[in-house]
Every structure is written in C-alpha cells, then in structure tokens.
C-alpha cells in the first residue's frame, strides 16, 4: 500500500512539474492543488471530528499561515522598495554610478553589477526589477554593451540582491524552522561565489564581444528632470541589511528603522503620502509572491503530515547525502531542478522536499545552505522568473538565451560554494 501511495504521491509531483513548465498552470495554483492532492493519495480526511489531522484544517487552514513571517518580511520589504523609490534614493544611486563609470561598457557593466545588487538587497520583486531595469539597460547598452550583457548583469545583480534580502530570508525560517542568525550567518557562503562568477562573466562577455553603441530612447522620467537626493541619503538601502546581519536585530524592525531612516535623511515633501503610498504600491508588488508563499505554506504542511512522512520516508532516507562527497554531487548536480519550479527550487516543490529532507534526518542548516546555493540557478536562469520574462523582453533577446549564456556559469558557482559548506556544515 504505501508502495502505491508513494508512486501516487511522485505523480502528482511530476505532473505539477510539467504543468508549470509548460505554462498551463501557474505556480500559485499548482502549490495548493498539490498540497491537496498529496494529502488525498496519504489517506487524510479532508475534514472529520475524530482525526488529528485534517486537510481543511491543518493543511489549508495552518497552511495558510505557515510562512506568516516569510509574507511579513516580503510586505514591510516591499513598502521599504517603495519608498526608495518614491523618495528619488534609487535612481540617484544608479545615475551616481553611471557617473563615475563614465561610458566604458566594463566598468559601467560592473559599477551597476555592484550598485544594483545593493538596491536588491534592500528590496526586490518584478517591480523593483522594472524600475532599475528601464534605467541601466538603455545606459550599458548606450555605452557599447550588449543587450544580453545588459540583461544579465540586472539577472545576475538580482540573485545576488536576493541573497542578502532581509525580506526573503523568513522563506528558510519557516520552510526548516531555523533561527534568523543561523540563516544570516550563512548568507556570505551563499552569496561569494555568485559574486565572483557573476564579475567573471561580465568580464568574458565584454572582453570576447565587439563595443557595440546603440542609441535608445530613455522615459521621460529618467532624463534627468529629478533632482538627486542629498548624498547621506544614499546609505539608506543597507540600513536593514546592516540591522539584520550586524547587529542581529528581527526583519520587521530592521525594516521599519530603515524606513525611518530614510525619510529623516530624504526629507521628501508630504512624508505622509509617501508614507501610505509606498504602503499600498508595496502590497500591490508583493501579492503575487506572498500568494506563492501561502501556496507553499500549504504543501510544507502536507508533506510534513505524519501520513505522508510515514509513505515518503523510506525514499527520502535513500537519498540523503551520507558523505561531504555526495552532497556536493548531489546537490551540484541536481542543481539544475531549480528551475521550472522545480524540487530544488524554494519557491516552488523544493519547500516540501528540503522540509522532508530536514524531517527524515538531514542536517537542517546543510539542507538549506544547499538549497540557497541552488537557487542561484533559479534566481538567475529561470525562464519561468516573471523577472526574467520582463528582461527577455526588454532588449529584445529570447528568454532561454538567458539560461543557456548563464547556467553553467551559475553551476560552477553552485559546486564552489558547496564544497566550502561541506567542510563547514555537518552533513
């Protein structure tokens, strides 16, 4: 029997899997009608007064919260986007590179690799993406890089931005139930080795490609018309970034300073309407991933049921790397499944499968620096990335192009960082 329900259990895996690839079904929808159709093929009642566990009130009910501080984090981080922009503070960093870099495709591509990864640090979403995005493409093209570099420095600033997000770490509290100095202190291990590649990449693909100037008609709003805000004001970014990291205070608060901080050093006119402005715009940018993460929510607490812990065990155990040997080559391997949604992808099956992991007696803190790792696969190569699309279409170049110019790359970074971890982290 628990043959059976294993293999259904897998099923319905694949089949979400290939769903979403194939774009018939949105990652928002699959997550729960996973959730639920794992639960079915497990044997829990959807709802019974007698049963411990219920689908309606443990897996959707409590699924539904299960990742209440990854949304928190995701909403207060979007407000903080928000009012970044609002301010001017964004787009005065970015022309403040582009001033300093002049127009040199290298040192532009990297003043904006570095500038850009900052202001994704504090914030992030397809929102924040648009905006740099339309500001340092048209300016990198303009200065003789070309459209898939430009593109990709903005891909591979975001994945590294993500990295150190405040407003994405409650993801990997909630998903393994670790504490918020245990994720931090990882982050850097995380985060080095997509630096170094993503530099070594800018660097081949400029040296190995001819200067190539194009004109391109910049939005109105970016010609300059905005007064810059003064510089102090600039430091405003990695105020959360630093409260979190440094001095180890809780996501919220981190953020909520920052805002703060922000606007006594901006002084914007009307603090007020910014204020309740940003609020609103920052929902509007983060419902769609606060919606995945109530997906998510939902299938962490069905593969986590009892039920199904009991079918999927056994196999989950076979699979758990034994040796540092083996998690580097399994996890650098498979590094590829993050994307499409895959199982090694947080955002998408991989939330159930690393809790299973952890469950059947993985080292947690080994589980999520290699899930971390693997996503920086996902991050920056994802076709399905609503952020990718948006590059994909911005300048004009096919979405794969993205993934096939940069996944061996982002893998090379993937097996580095893993083998340091394999001797920091008891596998």
Known sequence: MQIAQAIGIFLIFAICVVLMMTRKLPTILALPIMAIGISLVAGIPFISSTADFTIAND??????????????????????GKILTKVGVTRTIIRKAAELAGDKPLPIALAFLVVCSLIFAASNGLGMVILVGTIIIPIMISAGVDPITAGSVLLFSNGIGVTFSV?????????????????????????????????????????????????????????????????????????????????????VPSILIGIVVTLILSTPKNAVQVVTGAFVEGIQDTAGAAALMIGIGMTLKAVMAPQVAEVLQPVI????????????????????????????????????????????????????????????????CDPTNSHNVWVSDFTKVDVNEYLKKTILWIMVSTFVGLIVASFMVSI
């Open 317 to 380: 155990s076979v699979i758990i790397p034994q040796n540092q040997i083996m998690f580097i080559l399994v996890f650098g391997l498979l590094s590829v499944l993050a994307i499409y949604r895959g199982p090694l992808n947080v955002w998408g099956l991989g939330s159930g499968i690393v809790a299973l992991l952890a469950a059947s007696g993985m080292n947690p803190i080994a589980a999520m620096v290699a899930l971390r790792l693997d996503s920086n696969v996902q991050a920056v």
């Open 167 to 251: 407003g994405t770490l409650g993801v990997y509290i909630d998903t393994l139930g670790l504490p918020l100095e245990t994720v931090t202190s990882y982050s850097w291990l995380c985060g080095i080795p997509l630096m170094v590649v993503a530099v070594a990449w800018i660097v081949f693909s400029i040296k190995r490609g001819s200067r190539v100037r194009k004109a391109w008609a910049m939005p109105a709003a970016e010609t300059g018309s905005e007064k810059n805000v003064r510089a102090i004001a600039l430091i405003s970014p990695i105020i959360p970034v630093v409260l979190v990291f440094a001095l180890k205070m809780p996501l």
């Open 59 to 80: 897996v959707l009910e409590a699924g539904a919260m299960r990742m209440s501080t990854a949304i928190a984090g995701l909403i207060f981080g979007g407000w903080f």
